[in-house]
């Protein structure tokens, strides 16, 4: 389920959703947007939902656009001040919290959006834990874009922990959940975790150019292409995949160093569903990395 938050840019809400001089939402955005969220999820009434909550307390963001303009022009705009929510109305946030093992959890899954200043300064979570009627627990990572968080979660067991419910997957329109290179990168991720059968087609050194394979087949045999860099667990691991005729494919694979060092993996997955060439008759592979890189393994995972 993925809420349609267009609508609310003719909501009356629309003029506070986002900062004037910051790219991220306020948190009456951020609450808004939750309630959206909430009606998908379980039918409730935006509206009335909203009218329980108390925006009474007030935020203020500095604003990194405000960074620029001081820079750029000198004279520092002054910062954003925003109305900002109170939950603690809603009585059972605490005991939900307090009595975890009992109830239904939910993930966040996100960016700085929901984990602005590595503290939820929007209070994401907090405005979730009331729309959803259920503790949440933030995963989110800042500057991890699209999928740094969401592999980390995957990859460290949180996606078959069976804890969690619904699992919120926030990602922001500079990031958006349409990249298809970041969605076949977290759907691989899933597959290399629930499955053990792989097909070795590359095990070598990688050099710093383009790496060049010759090796046929078709991507509707294989579920997903499984990357292992011994040691190296961020940069850019780029995958292009040509068909005899020449046509190409190209994948791009994002590992940030934001993610914690203990989350992070040093396998690349991308899934093959829906290739648009199937047949395959080579792949080239590039690693952008600051570490550098000797071993690669590739494989086909079945």
């Not at 046509?247 to 997955?269: A, F, M």
């Amino acid at each position: 389920p993925t809420p349609d938050l267009s609508v609310l840019v003719s909501d009356p809400v629309a003029p506070d959703y986002y900062f004037k001089r910051d790219t991220h939402w306020t948190p009456k955005g951020a609450a808004v947007s939750a309630a959206r969220l909430g009606q998908m999820i379980n039918g409730q009434d935006t509206s009335a939902m909203m009218e329980s909550v108390n925006f009474s307390e007030t935020y203020t963001e500095k604003g990194s656009l405000s960074d620029v303009a001081e820079k750029t022009c000198g004279p520092r705009p002054d910062a954003d001040t925003v109305s900002a929510a109170s939950f603690a109305q809603a009585g059972d946030a605490a005991a939900l919290l307090a009595n975890n093992d009992t109830q239904k959890s939910v993930a966040l899954v996100g960016t700085s959006f929901s984990d602005r200043y590595q503290r939820d300064a929007y209070r994401v979570a907090d405005a979730l834990t009331f729309v959803l009627n259920a503790p949440v627990e933030n995963f989110s990572v800042s500057g991890g874009d699209m999928v740094g968080a969401m592999e980390a979660f995957i990859r460290t067991g949180g996606a078959n922990s069976g804890q969690y419910t619904t699992v919120v997957w926030e990602a922001p329109y500079t990031g958006p959940l349409t990249n298809i290179s970041g969605l076949r990168q977290i759907l691989g991720a899933l597959q290399d975790t629930s499955t053990q059968s792989q097909t070795k087609i590359y095990s070598g050194q990688i050099e710093t150019d383009w790496l060049q394979i010759k090796h046929a087949f078709h991507t509707g045999d294989y579920s997903g292409l499984r990357l292992e860099t011994p040691g190296v667990s961020t940069g850019l691991m780029i995958i292009e995949a040509y068909t005899a005729s020449g046509e190409k494919t190209r994948i791009k694979l994002v590992k940030s160093e934001r993610v914690q060092p203990g989350d992070r993996s040093s396998v690349w997955t991308a899934a093959l569903a829906a290739f648009p060439a199937p047949d395959i008759a080579r792949i080239k592979v590039k690693l952008k990395a600051e570490t550098p890189v000797q071993d690669l393994r590739i494989e086909l995972i079945e």
